[in-house]
Nanobody
């Protein structure tokens, strides 16, 4: 499966952005999807993940209550709605996919990765 992330940009603190990750290939609904981010000079970190059905989501503590992951299997797309953005949310955001029912938070559990989209939050 190939992944294409989009929707990043520059936003002021307190603002919102919605990222999209479009997947090509068949059987998208069989993949769990994850969002990760990497800030300059830092390691890639888990943001959140969603099960193949959308019925289960997991979030990092740093974004819980502010970010929401959803998916539309008919459109082969997963979304990351980001509200109340903070300067520390500035990073390149990546979507990732893995086949199966679990929703892991470790990046090495994901097989397919998108190219990343830059999110910059100004103070």
């Amino acid at each position: 499966v190939q992944l294409q992330a989009s929707g990043g940009g520059l936003v002021q603190a307190g603002g919102s952005l919605r990222l999209s990750c479009a997947a090509s290939g068949r059987a998208f609904s069989g993949y769990a999807m994850g969002w990760f981010r990497q800030a300059p000079g830092k390691e890639r970190e888990f943001v959140g993940s969603i099960s193949w059905s959308g019925g289960s989501t997991v979030y990092a503590d740093s974004v819980k209550g502010r970010f929401t992951i959803s998916r539309d299997n008919a459109k082969n797309t997963v979304y990351l709605q980001m509200n109340s953005l903070k300067p520390e949310d500035t990073a390149v955001y990546y979507c990732a996919a893995r086949w199966g029912t679990s929703v892991p938070s470790r990046s090495n559990r994901y097989v397919y990765w998108g190219q990343g989209t830059q999110v910059t939050v100004s103070s």
